[in-house]
């Protein structure tokens, strides 16, 4: 069933293709000086550019996610994905502390995990030439992800980021996210991402802001539920 191909393709892909888009959303709509970052509440589009025809975009949104709610703070990041129906999906957290990443699915009482500290993945990082993106000045940034030991076009992982230069976020926040070459990317463009595109052999993941709002997040959002079963992802 098409259902269960797709399930069984995003659970394969679900780390990569989180932690190298999960910050990709986040801009504010208010003037931020260079020493101030921003915190709040952010909601995203998501759209689809379908490379393999028998994937439809309706199934991806459905059982993907159409939209993100992002909860943002000092580096730490609540999104919760739903689907085109206004179904929550999906939860996905970065707690900087615990130097882990949880990804938990609508329904099951597992929770994913892994170490941003650590990865499996050889990252290549290119600065493009800047551009100007929803009226942001933005550096762009393209990493390329090859899983080690391992030459499939399936386990390679690519992500173009918009981030603002005006819009800062502080690079000393990721300094322990090596998974993606994160903390490097935070490095040479310390700014909060206005667009991201994310590639695959199947389809393009395009993520753009819809709104934002500033306010205080409590870091409760960040804390995974005690009662759950938690199980690392490989």
Do not use: H
């Amino acid at each position: 069933m098409l259902k269960n191909r797709i399930n069984k393709y995003l659970r394969k892909s679900i780390i990569t293709l989180m932690i190298f888009c999960s910050f990709l959303v986040l801009i504010s709509t208010d003037t931020l000086g260079q020493d101030d970052y921003f915190q709040g509440i952010i909601e995203y589009s998501i759209e689809y550019e379908i490379k393999n025809q028998s994937i439809s975009e309706e199934n991806l949104k459905k059982y993907y996610g159409s939209k993100i709610i992002k909860k943002f703070s000092e580096g730490n990041i609540r999104d919760e994905y739903y689907n085109s129906d206004g179904l929550l999906v999906r939860i996905s957290i970065l707690n900087l502390e615990k130097n882990q990443y949880f990804i938990e699915y609508g329904g099951m009482d597992t929770v994913y995990y892994t170490d941003i500290n650590k990865t499996d993945y050889t990252t290549t990082i290119e600065q493009l030439t800047d551009t100007n993106i929803l009226n942001n000045n933005c550096w762009v940034i393209k990493s390329i992800s090859i899983r080690d030991g391992n030459e499939s076009k399936s386990e390679t992982v690519i992500t173009k980021y918009y981030k603002s230069k005006d819009l800062r976020i502080n690079p000393d926040w990721f300094i322990n996210y090596i998974d993606g070459g994160y903390d490097r990317i935070m490095k040479l463009a310390p700014g909060i991402n206005v667009k991201s595109e994310y590639f695959n052999v199947d389809f393009t993941v395009i993520k753009r802001i819809v709104s934002s709002k500033k306010e205080l997040v409590d870091s409760s959002e960040f804390e995974v539920e005690l009662n759950r079963i938690l199980k690392k992802m490989n």
